[in-house]
């Protein structure tokens, strides 16, 4: 499965696991793919504190981490981040906070202990992404950067490349794909809309071919559905040059996840997702639930753009996070994750999981083998 | 490429071709694949005249045959069709009918000659589906038959088996496969939601594995985005023992389309669809255009449920497709397509296509022997 990515990276298998628990990131990079640390919404500090972990628990192998390098915003100019973040407060209206916070507390979600409204930009700021980013190039068992969302600037991409590492971002549209290889990174993650977290329209099956026609030499990783070595056989067969994973490691046992969080998705099926606007503005596909239900009526307020909605439900997003297991916070919790959930019924832990990918990928090829066309 | 379903069926390649063209029909299955017309919306006499022509022109290719054979509505007992028929009428206000006429009449579609208004159930019931399914059952050359939705009643099932054909069903969720399954069809053809015509939501990334997975030994054929060899490969590698296909073939030269159809076809990107409920009441996938987006405003009616909203756009359906070339018609004509109309951009002839399809499936599979895993 070693091809030049893999080289590239130090790895054995083009599987990068997208997750936010330290744990998992080193058990996949330990068992041969690359683990990737989601580290939006993090402090500087906090993620030094991850990486610090990581660092003294991997030995030598690679991993990856995912931030949000955003464009800069227009009319920033000379503007502060406090002074942006306070005219984009101008744009919340009340209604939408006071619907959020009674959305939370109808479903007996505690508030912090300390009285605190812990709301804000959550790292969508060009202020916040550089000192993370920054953190992460100290590291050198740290081999790649995402970006989370669109092309990052191109002093940004320097800087990664410059730094001997590689830089990639997601894309939903052929014309997203196109403008990160305009821009010069050295992978593109396509995700289908089957995909959790921010996801666009079209299929996976439809979306891969089309992206890997676009990209070229620039090597694709598919996302999106990517729960089992059929999956991955799929992906490569299309000309993916790995696949990028999530759903799939939510539950292992190296996750940090409440008992209550867990048994959602556990339990969830395939047809237990929507893509909603309700927590950042952007179409983002997580379980549903009451929260997803309530912010769809004719009735309650609608959603509104991405940063905006963010700063209306920031605080929500932490609440039911930390407060998974209390009351009715799952009929409220921001769950993302992918329609790939519904195959995913019990916890196991990373290395029976990359053995599985492994283990049923060689079967699908050996499928294939046994059906080749007399022409 | 062979496999048991090819040995039943007496074909080289597992690939089937949904259409509505005879022409197609034929060209597929002298082509090594297998033509299957689809019938919905047929008069017993059309339907005649088709299967006389294909039998002429197909030698000793098979071929095979999708209506809609549903189960009985409730509350039908004795009533005839025309009895129930005239019941469903009641059902449909008439701002709804005053609604659609005036989208066709502002987009300047033509009335019929003869100032009728051809409106009626089109098929969708047991009436129609009868005589329809009995006239199949005279063809030697037809070796199988397609529910177009819904598991078939007992009685139609074992029509066509003790005729000693194959009868399959088409499932968008794991529910409707094993209701398939347990009613002892011979195949399912799984949709994914990237799919033409109806289709429901989950990704086909996701969905194939576990319908494969939920059928076991009933053979799965994969639907939804197969447009190219590396699909077929996807497909092939999840489980499937074949591949059911649509859009391919909407736009070939042996199909019956009117020119300005077949531009908008080409020209569509996958992003230019849409599921939409506004012509058969049942979410469908279609180009998007005014129609689709006028029934969607809030201002304007909302479409109702199924057969009732079949009954008010039927006439819209027939003359969008009779009038195609006239006046702003594509801003209102009813295209069902998949997301996969993006990546086919010409038009080319049914051997080309199965030729490309083949080649690029050798080439896939070359792809995945190349990057197998040292474990």
Same mark, same amino acid.
């Given at each position: 499965?070693?091809?030049?990515?893999c080289?590239?990276?130090?790895?054995?298998?083009?599987?990068?696991?997208?997750?936010?628990?330290?744990?998992?990131?080193? @058990?996949?990079?330990?068992?041969?793919?690359?683990?990737?640390?989601? &580290?939006?919404?993090? %402090?500087?500090?906090?993620?030094?504190?991850?990486?610090?972990?990581?660092?003294?628990?991997?030995?030598?192998?690679?991993?990856?981490?995912?931030?949000?390098?955003?464009?800069?915003?227009?009319?920033?100019?000379?503007?502060?981040?406090?002074?942006?973040?306070?005219?984009?407060?101008?744009?919340v209206?009340?209604?939408?906070?006071?619907f959020?916070?009674? $959305?939370?507390?109808?479903?007996?979600?505690?508030?912090?202990?300390?009285?605190?409204?812990?709301? *804000?930009?959550?790292?969508?700021?060009?202020?916040?992404?550089?000192?993370?980013?920054?953190?992460?190039?100290?590291?050198?068992?740290?081999?790649?950067?995402?970006?989370?969302?669109?092309?990052?600037? @191109?002093?940004?991409?320097?800087?990664?490349?410059?730094? *001997?590492?590689?830089?990639?971002?997601?894309?939903?549209?052929?014309?997203?794909?196109?403008?990160?290889?305009?821009?010069?990174?050295?992978?593109?993650?396509?995700?289908? *809309?089957?995909?959790?977290?921010?996801? *666009?329209?079209i299929?996976?099956?439809? $979306?891969?071919?089309?992206?890997v026609?676009?990209?070229?030499?620039?090597?694709?990783l @598919?996302?999106?559905?990517?729960?089992?070595?059929?999956?991955?056989?799929? &992906?490569?067969?299309?000309?993916?040059?790995?696949?990028?994973?999530?759903s799939?490691?939510?539950?292992?046992?190296? @996750?940090?996840?409440?008992?209550?969080?867990?048994?959602?998705?556990?339990?969830?099926?395939?047809?237990?997702?929507?893509? %909603?606007?309700?927590?950042?503005?952007?179409?983002?596909?997580? $379980?549903?639930?009451?929260?997803?239900?309530?912010?769809e009526?004719?009735?309650?307020?609608?959603?509104?753009?991405?940063?905006?909605?963010?700063?209306?439900?920031?605080?929500g997003?932490?609440?039911?996070?930390?407060?998974?297991?209390?009351?009715?916070?799952?009929?409220?919790?921001?769950?993302?994750?992918?329609?790939?959930?519904?195959?995913?019924?019990?916890?196991?832990?990373?290395?029976?999981?990359?053995?599985?990918?492994?283990?049923?990928?060689?079967?699908?090829?050996?499928r294939?083998?046994?059906?080749?066309?007399?022409?």
């Amino acid at each position: 499965m070693k091809n030049q990515l893999c080289e590239q990276l130090g790895i054995d298998y083009p599987i990068f696991a997208f997750t936010h628990c330290r744990d998992v990131v080193v @058990a996949v990079s330990k068992a041969g793919g690359i683990g990737v640390l989601g &580290a939006v919404g993090f %402090s500087p500090e906090q993620l030094k504190e991850e990486l610090d972990w990581i660092d003294a628990h991997i030995g030598d192998k690679p991993y990856g981490v995912d931030i949000v390098i955003p464009e800069k915003y227009e009319g920033m100019g000379d503007m502060t981040a406090e002074e942006m973040e306070e005219q984009l407060w101008k744009m919340v209206p009340q209604g939408h906070m006071d619907f959020a916070q009674k $959305l939370l507390s109808d479903a007996g979600v505690p508030e912090w202990p300390d009285g605190t409204n812990s709301m *804000g930009l959550m790292g969508w700021t060009d202020a916040t992404a550089t000192p993370l980013l920054e953190e992460a190039l100290t590291r050198p068992g740290c081999r790649m950067i995402a970006n989370a969302l669109g092309t990052p600037p @191109a002093d940004k991409i320097k800087m990664v490349q410059d730094s *001997g590492r590689l830089i990639g971002a997601l894309c939903g549209k052929v014309k997203q794909a196109l403008a990160h290889k305009a821009a010069g990174l050295d992978f593109v993650v396509a995700q289908g *809309g089957e995909g959790g977290g921010h996801t *666009g329209e079209i299929g996976s099956v439809v $979306l891969w071919p089309q992206i890997v026609d676009a990209l070229g030499d620039t090597p694709m990783l @598919a996302a999106g559905g990517i729960g089992n070595g059929r999956q991955i056989a799929s &992906a490569l067969a299309m000309g993916a040059a790995g696949v990028w994973t999530g759903s799939l490691w939510l539950t292992v046992e190296e @996750a940090h996840i409440e008992e209550a969080q867990r048994d959602s998705l556990l339990n969830a099926t395939s047809e237990d997702t929507i893509r %909603s606007r309700s927590w950042t503005g952007k179409t983002c596909r997580m $379980l549903k639930n009451e929260w997803t239900e309530a912010w769809e009526r004719p009735d309650t307020p609608d959603p509104l753009g991405m940063p905006l909605q963010g700063m209306v439900t920031s605080d929500g997003m932490r609440r039911t996070a930390t407060y998974a297991n209390v009351g009715e916070c799952q009929k409220v919790a921001f769950n993302p994750c992918g329609q790939v959930i519904g195959q995913i019924g019990e916890q196991e832990n990373v290395r029976t999981v990359m053995f599985n990918l492994l283990s049923e990928y060689v079967d699908a090829v050996e499928r294939l083998n046994n059906l080749m066309p007399e022409t």
